[in-house]
């Protein structure tokens, strides 16, 4: 889970600086929980062969997520552009 301090602007999150929850991370898959959970719930109910599935499946959002933050950075760098060349054209 990942949160930020900036809730309150209505801003993409992927352009915000990521904020790790507090919290106990777990050995066993790496996420962070709260304490008082008891057993980590990313993780507790899955086997060792399940975990082997979901973090691959993690690593493939993680991909996702950086893919999406550089789509965004681009079409911002586009615009960016064509507000120039139209102000410069003026
Ligand atoms: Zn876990």
Redesign the pocket.
Same mark, same amino acid.
């Given at each position: 889970m990942v949160t930020n301090t900036l809730e309150e602007f209505p801003v993409f999150p992927a352009l915000l600086p990521r904020v790790p929850c507090r919290g106990a991370r #777990? =050995?066993? #898959?790496? $996420?962070r929980?709260s304490k008082d959970q008891g057993?980590? =719930? $990313? #993780?507790?109910d @899955?086997s060792d062969g399940e @975990?082997g599935a979901k973090r691959e499946e993690w690593a493939d959002q993680r991909e996702a997520g950086r893919r999406f933050g550089w789509f965004l950075m681009m079409l911002a760098a586009v615009f960016l552009g064509v507000v120039i060349v139209l102000l410069v054209a003026m």
């Open positions: #777990c =050995p066993r #898959c790496g $996420h929980y057993a980590c =719930p $990313h #993780c507790s @899955l @975990l």
